[in-house]
């Protein structure tokens, strides 16, 4: 009998190390998904009441993400290649720099953006020299793209399974279950995970509403020379910015007014830079601090702390790369869960006296904050 034990033992701990080292191995698109299943969950619950299959609820949860997503990528891309060809027609940039940087010529060069456009510039060579830099790199660039449609299939593949079978794999968690800690611990930090990530969510919508109403009522008393380019796109990219830590939405609407003051700087007309201040002290304050100081915190978790969440948002990219935004909350949320609850348990701590200890830990808490 105990050698069939360990027998199962060590097949369930190679079981596990097989499973840990192909989870590390794409540990960004697990986080990724793990981000985007809290995200959608609430939508994709919702969707019940419409008495709509397990699988289209899930689809449909997940579309609404990656859709919208899909759309902001391309016709952001598309538009600063429109940008890029109207500004160096407009100003005498090809002729001062297009000896020294070809690829200047090349964008003005390039015909319409439509599907006519680029059969035009494809027959008349225009396409050659990324063509040429292309085959060069063919194997970075198949490397490149593999690992990255890899990544992205993972992420849809699992979100889309935790949609449709989180219910199931909660209740195989609790066959595990002793004395009612694993429920405890699980529930706890299911519901934090889901304040912490589908606040991000929320968060994200909220400052995109904001920037594009402050960038379009902006347009409206700015003279058309100082005006913000597509103000509604400026301020979806704004509010997604917003989950970069530190630099957050600087990294948009700084270099968004440096481009509204450059006609002004180039047509020598300086009184028009008062309105490019205006915009950015707008920015500043209506944009970023407001909705950080008074948003931020509603939308943070019901019990981790706002500091603890800052750091955590921080200090994740730092350490465990750009994925790390999203794994360091959910590795502190894990943490904090289980040391509210499950470790008190472990430790044999009387629930009352544990209930007094935290609402004194609150007070104090709620003191210093």
């Not at 593999?146 to 609790?174: E, K, M, Q, R």
């Not at 917003?242 to 630099?247: A, F, G, H, Q, T």
């Not at 020598?268 to 970023?288: C, N, Q």
């Amino acid at each position: 009998m105990d050698e069939k034990r360990l027998v199962v033992a060590l097949f369930g701990l190679v079981v596990a190390l097989i499973a840990g080292y192909i989870a590390y191995r794409f540990v960004a698109a697990l986080t990724v998904a793990v981000f985007l299943y809290y995200s959608t969950r609430r939508f994709c619950h919702a969707l019940a009441r419409f008495r709509l299959p397990a699988r289209i609820r899930a689809a449909t949860a997940l579309s609404v993400i990656a859709v919208p997503l899909l759309l902001l990528l391309s016709s952001t891309v598309v538009l600063l290649l429109v940008e890029a060809r109207r500004f160096i027609e407009r100003y005498p940039i090809a002729e001062s720099v297009g000896g020294q940087e070809p690829w200047v010529g090349r964008i003005q060069q390039l015909s319409d953006l439509s599907v006519r456009g680029a059969i035009d510039a494809y027959q008349s060579g225009q396409f050659d020299p990324l063509v040429g830099l292309v085959v060069d790199n063919a194997a970075l660039l198949t490397n490149t793209a593999s690992g990255f449609l890899l990544n992205v299939l993972i992420t849809v593949v699992v979100t889309y399974y935790l949609l449709l079978d989180g219910p199931t794999l909660h209740a195989w968690l609790l066959r595990f279950d002793d004395d009612a800690i694993v429920r405890e611990y699980l529930e706890a930090a299911d519901a934090e995970l889901e304040a912490v990530l589908y606040g991000n969510l929320l968060n994200v919508i909220a400052i995109s509403i904001i920037a594009i109403v402050t960038y379009t009522a902006y347009n409206v008393v700015a003279p058309p020379a100082v005006s913000v380019p597509y103000p509604t796109l400026s301020g979806a990219l704004t509010g997604i910015a917003s989950l970069i830590p530190v630099v957050g939405m600087k990294i948009v609407y700084l270099p968004l007014a440096g481009v509204t003051a450059v006609p002004a700087l180039l047509g020598s007309d300086t009184g028009l830079l008062a309105y490019v201040a205006v915009l950015l002290v707008v920015a500043v304050v209506v944009v970023d601090t407001v909705p950080d100081v008074v948003l931020r915190p509603y939308f943070s978790g019901e019990t981790t702390h706002v500091g603890l969440l800052m750091l955590a948002y921080i200090f994740g990219p730092v350490v465990f790369g750009f994925h790390g935004l999203f794994l360091a909350p959910i590795v502190l949320v894990l943490v904090l869960s289980f040391g509210d609850t499950a470790l008190p348990r472990l430790l044999g701590v009387d629930p009352d006296d544990r209930s007094r200890s935290r609402s004194a830990a609150q007070r104090r808490l709620e003191e210093f904050q």
